[in-house]
């Protein structure tokens, strides 16, 4: 499999912050409940992933070597005034020019500071690839929108997931993931639009996977985009755009334990 270069990943993060900034800008009601975050209103996502960006651009800019504290960064919560989408959208826009600018200049290869252990710049130009990405399908379906998203960046974002999962099964003895341990079964992710597939592991030793197309316990098939989107529990495994076949239980199970996002 091939990552993503780091300019392909400040491109698409530049890309996520226009499309979501269309959402800001639809006439959509910022005050309305997003389902798949329902603890925040659409503009409290917007803000919560604009102060993510400019606190990723600050670390990355100064070449942080431990973590930032959130109040440490200029202009974290947005806006002082609420429901104003044009104050809004002009804080995002900002929040996506600070954190695209800071990761070109910096290169992937900077060193900074990451909770994951991957001291690099090029950590963080791939996490808020994806967090935008999937924070802009929560915005975008909160609003009724049409949403898709580029296959090359769907399939980086279930690959990352993946790692993510293998690094709390290493690094986190409390962790979830570990209730996942058993016997042997086995998720396969089929993209039906794409060639991309994906063959998950789970037995005693826990959690492994790799690129392919083997038959499995369960399998998630849809269109890329959609596949993504199950997998991070932003729809259901009842929507018709995604079809489960075999022991849905499992799948059920890995989704309910290994949550991230």
Do not use: N
Not at 110 to 138: C, L, N, Q
Request: glycine share 8%; aromatic share 6%.
């Amino acid at each position: 499999m091939t990552r993503l270069a780091h300019e392909r990943h400040c491109q698409e993060i530049a890309h996520q912050i226009g499309e979501l900034r269309a959402v800001v800008t639809s006439g959509a009601d910022l005050s309305r409940a997003v389902p798949t975050t329902p603890d925040w209103s659409l503009e409290e996502l917007v803000r919560h992933l604009g102060g993510a960006l400019r606190w990723v651009a600050l670390m990355v800019r100064t070449g942080a070597v431990e973590e930032t504290p959130e109040e440490d960064v200029p202009e974290f919560e947005g806006p002082g005034v609420r429901g104003d989408a044009a104050a809004l959208d002009a804080w995002l826009a900002e929040s996506g020019e600070l954190v695209v600018g800071a990761l070109r200049k910096a290169g992937p290869d900077a060193r900074v500071w990451s909770w994951a252990g991957i001291d690099t710049a090029g950590f963080w130009a791939r996490r808020m690839t994806h967090e935008v990405t999937v924070h802009r399908a929560d915005a975008t379906l909160a609003a009724g929108l049409p949403y898709e998203v580029a296959p090359e960046v769907a399939a980086d974002a279930v690959d990352e997931w993946l790692e993510i999962v293998e690094w709390a099964q290493r690094t986190m003895p409390d962790d979830e993931v570990h209730a996942l341990r058993g016997p042997l079964r086995t998720l396969h992710l089929h993209a039906t639009d794409t060639e991309a597939e994906w063959l998950i592991r789970l037995d005693e030793d826990g959690v492994s996977w790799s690129r392919g197309h083997e038959k499995a316990t369960v399998a998630l098939r849809g269109p890329l985009t959609w596949v993504l989107l199950a997998f991070y529990r932003r729809i259901t495994l009842d929507d018709p755009r995604v079809e489960v076949l075999g022991e849905r239980k499992v799948l059920e199970h890995w989704l309910e334990l290994a949550s991230f996002g």
